[in-house]
């Protein structure tokens, strides 16, 4: 006879609204991870636009209480073997966080495992700038984690001292690839394409972008320069900065704006693209969508060395080049080597898609957290 599958309840939002969170975590539930265990969910949810993440309102606290209330109610009527908990690095969205685990630890036996999807924000800002009575609180909490994820082992740092068990492994995810994937990308006019591929936060790097793209107007270098995605709430005064580096840069006939792509036209994108430019100073960046999918699409990326779990991601020469945060000039300088060297496109090229194959590969993420489970049950 079989043996009975243990229980798994996966807390967490799915969408709507459509980000990384909450793809990741509709992704997991419809994964295999139902044929190794017997999944649960318990929906944390918040369908209203993304602009409504964090916020102090009277439906945000209705949510936090209601899904507070609801792990008691799941952990003591499933009596599960494994809790596992997506953790924010805000002190709004903690609060309900840390008391779900201390409630699921309080009811049950599970083993409780935590997942971070950013980077270094959680320890460095977040935890070391909190009140004496906030950091009393996360440490209580995290006394009751077995195991914490993280995207890379730099970002254990999150949690040494406060979790027992922490263990990294990088996101993934399954892309639609584009037609020429695994070949140089040249336009049939021979002018390169750069692209950026990101919400357009000023943190996320448009303007190193812009601001490399006259640089490198500058020194003659024949090239478009591509941006797909959208100002988020907030950004007015990064979008008249964007503004005003194409106007007195001259490079308005070089830049194109294509909005939030999908589907075919997020195809046709990257496989206009030459080279993509990734450089995010985001604080709570963590394992970027972007550059996985640029890996799956063979498009050799550029991206910074000391953001999230991006050191880790691209090996400096090998699968991509990193250059320092704020840096327009070593961008810049980063373009003319890769634009310079066909046959140095042409090795990153293929050693980012074959990266992409053995690290970060949505069956690879899945066997992971298979594999951290049964660790923890163990």
Do not use: Q
């Not at 005003?244 to 840069?249: A, D, F, L, V």
């Not at 496989?271 to 993509?276: A, H, Q, R, V, Y």
């Amino acid at each position: 006879m079989l043996k009975d599958k243990k229980k798994v309840i996966i807390t967490g939002s799915i969408p709507p609204p459509f980000h990384g969170s909450t793809v990741y975590l509709k992704n997991l539930l419809d994964s295999k991870l139902r044929d190794e265990f017997e999944v649960y969910h318990h929906d944390i949810s918040d369908h209203r636009d993304i602009k409504n993440l964090s916020r102090l309102d009277t439906e945000n606290v209705r949510l936090a209480l209601k899904s507070i209330k609801g792990i008691r109610s799941i952990v003591k009527n499933i009596k599960p073997d494994i809790v596992y908990i997506p953790v924010a690095s805000n002190f709004l969205p903690y609060l309900r966080d840390g008391s779900m685990i201390l409630s699921a630890s309080s009811d049950s036996r599970a083993k409780i495992i935590i997942h971070l999807h950013e980077g270094d924000y959680f320890r460095k800002v977040f935890y070391e700038n909190s009140l004496p009575p906030v950091k009393y609180f996360i440490k209580k909490s995290l006394s009751k984690v077995h195991t914490a994820i993280v995207y890379s082992e730099s970002l254990k740092s999150n949690f040494e001292g406060l979790v027992k068990n922490i263990v990294s492994f990088p996101n993934g995810a399954d892309f639609e690839v584009t037609g020429t994937a695994g070949r140089i990308r040249k336009n049939h006019d021979g002018k390169f394409n750069f692209s950026f591929y990101a919400n357009l936060y000023e943190s996320k790097g448009i303007l190193d972008f812009l601001n490399a793209a006259v640089i490198l107007t500058e020194k003659n270098i024949d090239a478009e320069f591509h941006i797909a995605g959208e100002y988020p709430d907030g950004e007015k005064d990064t979008e008249l900065k964007v503004k005003k580096i194409i106007s007195e840069g001259g490079i308005s006939d070089r830049v194109f704006f294509h909005g939030v792509v999908s589907g075919k036209s997020k195809m046709e994108f990257l496989d206009k693209t030459d080279i993509l430019i990734h450089p995010t100073w985001y604080p709570y960046e963590g394992c970027p969508m972007a550059i996985i999918e640029a890996f799956a699409n063979a498009i050799p990326v550029i991206s910074i060395r000391d953001t999230g779990a991006v050191p880790e991601m691209i090996d400096d020469g090998r699968t991509g080049i990193l250059v320092s945060r704020k840096n327009p000039e070593e961008i810049a300088a980063a373009v003319v080597r890769l634009a310079g060297n066909s046959e140095l496109r042409e090795n990153i090229s293929e050693a980012c898609r074959n990266e992409y194959k053995n690290r970060f590969t949505a069956e690879i993420n899945i066997n992971n957290i298979i594999t951290t489970f049964k660790k923890a049950l163990n």
